[in-house]
Structures are given as structure tokens and as C-alpha cells.
């Protein structure tokens, strides 16, 4: 849900949902979900979710996201997020295990990834993340 969110933002300029991303020490959380999905690791299916109420730009950013990210594994996905510049200026100044519920500005989502779209001399995802995941 981060990267859907972060890309809708760079693509279409808007959230595509409005609960707010948190930093956690594992990684971006969204609350709402956490509590709704804790303790399952993997989703085959999504009971509360509703694509019906997804226009088609929407759609198209959640298809290129799970077609890029999907592959990945809950862990790896973490060590990916923690990389990257929105998470970890949120988490300035914590210690790295340490609880906390700051917010991951969409502001600064936007900023950061579409400088990443824009980057002519951006890695590839799939090298960054083999890079960092050891896939």
C-alpha cells in the first residue's frame, strides 16, 4: 500500500487513499490495516477491499505496483522501504528499534519518488532490488 500510494502520487498528482502511512521500525504501516490484518503474514484475498471503487487510473497504478513489487516477500519489502529516503526521514533521531507513530508525509512521498521517476540515472528497480535483497 506504501508504494501505491507513493506512485499514485507521482502519476496522478493525488492520494489514492487517505489513511495516513506510518514510519514503524519494520517499515511503513498503515494502521488501519495493520489492525484489520495483524498476525497474517500473506493475503491471498482482500475480504474488506472493494476494486470496484477503483476509477481506472487507480487500477492501473495498483496493477504496475504489484506487477513490480509483488514478487517480493513482507521482509524484503521492509528492507526496501528502510532504504529509502521518506521512511528514514521520518524515523530521524529514533533509535532504530524504538516504537513510534510518525507520519510518513505524502508531501515528501511525491517529492522523493518522482525524483526517482525523473532520474535519468536511477537504478532499475529490479537491480535495487536484488541489490538490497539479495534476490
Known amino acids: 500500500m506504501h508504494y501505491c500510494?507513493?506512485?499514485?502520487l507521482v502519476w496522478d498528482g493525488i492520494p489514492l487513499f487517505e489513511d495516513t502511512i506510518e514510519a514503524w521500525a519494520s517499515g511503513p504501516m498503515?494502521?488501519?490495516?495493520?489492525?484489520?490484518?495483524?498476525?497474517?503474514?500473506t493475503l491471498s484475498s482482500w475480504p474488506a477491499g472493494h476494486p470496484d471503487r477503483l476509477n481506472i487510473p487507480e487500477l492501473e497504478t495498483a496493477q504496475v505496483v504489484v506487477d513490480t513489487y509483488g514478487q517480493l516477500s513482507g521482509p524484503q519489502l521492509s528492507t526496501l522501504t528502510c532504504h529509502e529516503q521518506p521512511w528514514q526521514q521520518a524515523r530521524a533521531g529514533l533509535h532504530p528499534l524504538e516504537r513510534a507513530d510518525r507520519q510518513i508525509a505524502t508531501t515528501i512521498m511525491q517529492r522523493y519518488y518522482h525524483g526517482v521517476a525523473d532520474d535519468p540515472?536511477?537504478?532499475?528497480?529490479?537491480?535495487?532490488?536484488?541489490?538490497?535483497?539479495?534476490?
Do not use: E, K
Not at 500510494?5 to 499514485?8: I, L, M
Not at 488501519?32 to 497474517?40: A, C, E, T
Not at 540515472?121 to 534476490?135: E, H, K, L, P
Open 30 to 41: 498503515i494502521p488501519s490495516l495493520y489492525n484489520q490484518y495483524r498476525g497474517r503474514f
Open 5 to 8: 500510494q507513493a506512485w499514485h
Open 121 to 135: 540515472d536511477a537504478q532499475d528497480i529490479a537491480d535495487v532490488i536484488d541489490s538490497i535483497t539479495g534476490m
